[in-house]
């Protein structure tokens, strides 16, 4: 039987239904979050991603927020109906963000910090599991199995992207990796298209590949103005495209 992951607001991720989560890379200021939230709200898109505690390569790059940052969005996200997703990087961070937060995500640098997923574990709270940059299928199966071994079998599994040699792209999407954790689990799969791939005019026909692989969802970073975001604005679409991404990704999802 296939897992059913429900939200707060009643909201089920499952491998019989098909979810969006968008969102900018890093949350930024009152302003961005205002718009981001109009613009799902108008899309109809209850899941709202964002980072507040960055894991940036560079320690000098723009490290997020924090719990300032993650209440002011929460307080905003409450009042419009939409859902929060973002990165728990450390176990503190697990308790900290608990109240404020409908879905843990675990980046892909973290996808085997063995004490965080035995932490997440512990809690009532779904994961969403993101494979690790050099991880393999059975890797992310692994983690996904520290966390439901410690009792929260409130699991995502999320495709975005693996180091290989191409240097074209930011990373490559393994979109074989979808149709096979379809089968392995019963855990939704969802893929990100906008780590996966790196490139902005690219990322709507990876994520339509996703879906017609199997994917219960696409997770996509979006800002009201890629060219000055704080992260990732190379790969984060522009309102307009995201709005005509969303069309297409559910008329895919149909047709699959
Ligand atoms: C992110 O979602 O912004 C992120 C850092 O992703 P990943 O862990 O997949 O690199
Ligand atoms: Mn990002």
Not at 15 to 20: A, G, M
Not at 25 to 38: G, T, Y
Not at 169 to 196: C, E, F, M, Q, Y
Not at 225 to 231: F, G, H, I, K
Request: glycine letters at 8%; charged letters at 25%.
């Amino acid at each position: 039987n296939p897992a059913q992951i429900q939200l707060r607001d009643g909201t089920i991720i499952s491998q019989n239904d098909f979810s969006i989560m968008a969102g900018p890379c890093s949350i930024e200021s009152e302003e961005q979050v205002d718009a981001v939230i109009a613009h799902l709200v108008e899309n109809n898109v209850k899941i709202m991603r964002g980072g507040v505690y960055k894991p940036r390569s560079s320690p000098y790059s723009f490290r997020g927020l924090g719990m300032e940052g993650l209440k002011m969005w929460y307080e905003k996200a409450k009042a419009a109906g939409i859902m929060i997703i973002t990165e728990v990087m450390q176990l503190s961070q697990v308790e900290e963000m608990y109240d404020y937060i409908d879905i843990y995500q675990v980046g892909a640098r973290n996808t085997q910090n063995f004490n965080l997923l035995d932490e997440l574990g512990k809690v009532d709270k779904p994961v969403m599991i993101k494979r690790g940059v050099s991880g393999t299928i059975e890797e992310l199966l692994y983690s996904a199995e520290y966390v439901f071994s410690g009792g929260n079998e409130n699991l995502i599994l999320c495709e975005r992207g693996i180091r290989t040699f191409e240097n074209m792209t930011r990373n490559t999407l393994d979109i074989n990796a979808i149709p096979v954790l379809k089968d392995k689990t019963h855990l939704p799969v969802v893929v990100d298209p906008s780590h996966g791939i790196g490139i902005r005019k690219h990322v709507e026909p990876v994520a339509l590949a996703g879906i017609m692989a199997g994917a219960d969802g696409v997770i996509f970073e979006l800002h009201p103005d890629p060219e000055t975001a704080m992260s990732d604005g190379q790969q984060s679409l522009y309102f307009e495209e995201s709005s005509a991404m969303i069309r297409k990704m559910k008329m895919a999802y149909t047709l699959r």
